[in-house]
């Protein structure tokens, strides 16, 4: 059965960093493109990064560019999302999701707040 | 603002069949697949359709899913009380060079 486990989500000051880890099970996690999916609170879903099976290519959404990395693991079934610079509408729970987002995490939460 | 356009709200009774729309341009829908997917409350998103109109196991096929040209539609025939949910769509953009999901559609069973 197909598992994704979200962490590292908690509060943050705003110019801050967290770093996110998607720890994948029951498939073969480097032979599937990864994606970080974001949800603000009472908004819908945004699309904020893919990451290909080979760490090549990558896509940012325009509003995390330059300031979140996406990276994976797949000796260790890993999927990362390093975020930094972060601002008050990056609050959100972040999913990680595969392929076509065809699996979900439960999500982890992200709260940036002096 | 997404460049796919859901409508914010559906509606309908037990038994109907609704329909919630996925309008894009050349760039998104007019050349490539659309996916939706279905929220249930306070839960991670579940795929409904992959493809324009592919069902993956275990979705019932009261589910179904159609492109024509730069616009998408999701049905939902027999509507139950438990199909109360948001209902995303997706697709890729080429002039933004990644994936874009609608607003989303709010659907509520009357």
């Known amino acids: 059965e197909v598992h994704l486990v979200e962490s590292g989500g908690g509060l943050v000051q705003p110019g801050g960093s967290l770093r996110l880890s998607c720890a994948a099970s029951?498939?073969?996690?480097?032979?599937?493109?990864m994606n970080w999916v974001r949800q603000a609170p009472g908004k819908g879903l945004e699309w904020i990064s893919y990451?290909?099976?080979?760490?090549?290519?990558?896509y940012y959404a325009d509003s995390v560019k330059g300031r979140f990395t996406i990276s994976r693991d797949n000796a260790k079934n890993s999927l990362y999302l390093q975020m930094t610079s972060l601002r008050a509408e990056d609050t959100a729970v972040y999913y990680c999701?595969?392929?076509?987002?065809?699996?979900w995490g439960q999500g982890t939460l992200v709260t940036v707040s002096s | 603002q997404s460049v796919l356009t859901q409508p914010p709200s559906a509606s309908g009774t037990p038994g109907q069949r609704v329909t919630i729309s996925c309008s894009g341009s050349?760039?998104?829908?007019?050349?490539?697949?659309v996916y939706w997917y279905q929220q249930l409350p306070g839960t991670a998103p579940k795929l409904l359709i992959s493809?324009?109109?592919q069902r993956p196991s275990g979705v019932p096929d009261r589910f179904s899913g159609s492109k024509s040209g730069t616009s998408a539609s999701l049905a939902i025939s027999g509507l139950r009380s438990e199909d109360e949910a948001d209902y995303y769509c997706?697709?890729?953009?080429?002039?933004?060079?990644?994936?874009?999901f609608g607003g989303g559609t709010k659907l509520t069973v009357l």
């Open positions: 493809k324009n109109n």
């Open positions: 050349s760039s998104n829908i007019g050349s490539h697949t």
């Open positions: 990451i290909s099976t080979s760490s090549s290519p990558i």
């Open positions: 999701a595969r392929g076509w987002f065809d699996y």
């Open positions: 997706a697709t890729w953009d080429d002039s933004l060079s990644g994936r874009v």
């Open positions: 029951g498939f073969t996690f480097s032979s599937y493109e």
